[in-house]
């Protein structure tokens, strides 16, 4: 079976530190991969997704970079993390292919607090 | 993709159906109806989707009206496990560009 695991599950980093979250998928080949941002409240915003390695299309303009250096692995970054890139994080994914059917698992979320 | 509108919030009394609309007046033909719904601190969950027929799978029915413009979701027999964010999102099939944008959702409270 597949499954997703994503980490670290909490961060608290300081104004203009680095940021890294990893995102691995187990079970499945070529998925298509997603980062979301959920802010104070509800409402998840589509940061970045892939369709394959090394493809990368941004949502919105922001602070922060996703890389796929691997078929199933997503890293989100960020050179200087601001106030307002605290947040929950989501890692997804979906199966690739032209037969997808829509759906969307995902993953248990990193909680990203900037002091 | 299309927009959706939800109520902010419902509450159902535990052991009801919970029935949860939707509006998506601009919806096109190819788009499809997707529920997902997201208990606190988790990650959101797939529930159902459709076209133009209804469907119903062990979590919940999902009935779309004629002209598409509306959908309803129902969870047959609530329980307190179903309070969570509920999202109705429209959006085209994946091979002809789709994503899932989230909006709002409603936030259903299920009572004992």
């Known amino acids: 079976s597949q499954t997703i695991h994503q980490w670290p599950a909490t961060l608290v980093q300081p104004v203009g530190s680095p940021l890294s979250l990893e995102c691995t998928v187990e079970?499945?080949?070529?998925?298509?991969l997603y980062w979301y941002r959920q802010a104070a409240g509800r409402g998840l915003q589509l940061l970045f997704y892939s369709v394959g390695i090394g493809q990368i299309s941004s949502e919105v303009p922001q602070n922060l970079s996703a890389s796929r250096p691997q078929d199933r692995q997503f890293i989100l970054s960020s050179k200087k993390l601001l106030l307002s890139d605290s947040g929950f994080y989501l890692c997804a994914w979906s199966p690739g292919g032209g037969t997808n059917t829509g759906e969307l698992f995902f993953g248990e979320g990193s909680r990203l607090t900037v002091l | 993709d299309a927009k959706t509108t939800q109520p902010p919030s419902m509450d159902c009394a535990e052991g009801r159906a919970a029935n949860l609309p939707c509006n998506h007046s601009t919806i096109s033909g190819n788009e499809y109806v997707y529920w997902y719904r997201q208990i606190h601190s988790q990650g959101p969950q797939y529930i159902i989707h459709g076209l133009k027929n209804n469907e119903t799978n062990e979590m919940a029915s999902l009935i779309i009206t004629e002209d598409r413009k509306s959908s309803t979701l129902i969870l047959p027999h609530a329980t307190l496990r179903d309070t969570a964010v509920y999202y109705c999102i429209v959006r085209l099939a994946h091979n002809q560009g789709g994503k899932l944008i989230f909006g709002q959702g409603t936030e259903l409270s299920v009572k004992p």
């Open positions: 079970g499945t080949s070529n998925p298509n």
